[in-house]
């Protein structure tokens, strides 16, 4: 059976339906060593669950920064949301979540999604749920020492083909990027979490467990076991308006590429185009002027802490297992940090909320 059918073998999952939820926070890898060992501190002091790091493209490698904050926390997990099968090989990706887990003393988590912009390096992306799902059984199968060989459809392991160091667990957890019913079906069979990056519109927390619901089910495992996760464009600022003039700017690029994948939001085509067409001027802030209110808040969490909390609240009771606040999180990283982790934080309900299923 092929790999886009069955995927990675794995035990059976938590259940996220029977645990409190988590809040992380997602960073963008373009600043200077120490900077994110100071941030990873002070989340993790703020009671933060998860630190992830973005594998965008011509951004400095997640592993650098994931390696630097692991070094300086004890209890949050971490890991790359996501890396992307195409840019770095199986192999390569199960020795840096070899790395980081050695070093996090278990704390690593493996995320993978199919990956944007690649063209811009002259890299294809060929059947990208198959080069996700054969990936993450390279992966396990190189953690678990399984020498077995594997001969998929486009990634294989001769036999006796084995890592040549120790690894400090065979399977840390699986995070799938997704939003389309097919990568979240795959999600549903093989991961334990799916997450949807560029969201904030809690609408979409039923669409991705319908749809991951269809996977776990057909592979025998209850869909509640899957935790999803929405996380995007965060900007929290005591000046509210400051916040969301930012956050128009900064998601307007992440906008032309999401916005289609909402199927609960109708854009006008020509705001979109426009915004398009702006973006790949280099006009980002003209582009975030287009973005009403309204459309800002389903795509990205931005204002005072009060509104960014409410928006979160949103999602959480709509079903989301974990939030995640993403970059640039306030008008500096320090400071959006700090009133994401003393304001927002503490007002959030995190209590285990009833997770429907509909399969």
């Known amino acids: 059976m092929s790999a886009d059918l069955r995927g990675p073998r794995r035990p059976p999952g938590r259940g996220f339906a029977m645990t409190a939820a988590e809040i992380g926070l997602g960073l963008q890898s373009d600043k200077r060593a ?49 890396l992307n099968p195409y ?11 070899a790395a980081l887990d050695l070093a996090s003393h278990g704390r690593a988590y ?40 594997y001969e998929g459809e486009m990634f294989r392991l001769a036999p006796g083909t084995r890592l040549r ?4 667990r065979a399977r840390p957890p699986l995070l799938l990027g997704a939003w389309g019913p097919r990568g979240a079906a795959l999600a549903g069979r093989v991961a334990d979490e799916i997450k949807v990056g560029g969201s904030a519109n809690p609408a979409m927390v039923g669409v991705i467990r319908e749809r991951v619901a269809a996977g776990a089910v057909a592979a025998g495992r209850d869909p509640r076991e899957i935790g999803v996760v929405l996380g995007a464009v965060t900007v929290v600022d005591a000046d509210g308006a400051a916040a969301r003039a930012r956050a128009r700017a900064e998601v307007a690029m992440y906008l032309a590429v999401v916005a289609d994948l909402d199927p609960t939001v109708e854009i ?7 915004v398009k067409e702006l973006v790949g001027a280099g006009r980002d802030e003209d582009a975030g002027r287009l973005i009403p209110g309204d459309l800002l808040d389903l795509f ?25 606040f993403g970059t640039p999180h306030g008008l500096t990283d320090d400071g959006g940090v700090e009133l994401l982790g003393a304001e927002v934080l503490p007002s959030l309900d995190l209590s285990p909320k009833k997770v429907a299923t509909t399969r």
Request: charged content about 20%.
């Open 87 to 97: 840019s770095t090989a199986p192999y390569e990706i199960a020795g840096q979540l």
């Open 165 to 168: 160091y120790p690894v400090h």
């Open 34 to 82: 120490g900077d994110y060992a100071r941030l990873a501190r002070r989340a993790e002091e703020h009671g933060f669950d998860v630190l992830s790091v973005f594998g965008d493209l011509m951004y400095q490698p997640p592993i650098f920064p994931l390696l630097e904050m692991a070094a300086a926390t004890e209890r949050v997990r971490l890991g790359a949301a996501c």
């Open 300 to 324: 990205a969490f931005s204002g005072t802490p009060e509104q960014v909390a409410a928006q979160a609240q949103a999602l959480l009771d709509a079903g989301a297992h974990r939030v995640e």
């Open 268 to 274: 006008p085509a020509d705001l979109l185009g426009r």
């Open 110 to 149: 493996l995320g993978l999604a199919r990956g944007t912009w690649l063209g811009a390096v002259g890299i294809a992306q060929p059947r990208p749920l198959t080069a996700l799902a054969e990936a993450a059984e390279v992966v396990y199968r190189l953690l678990a020492g399984d020498t077995g060989g």
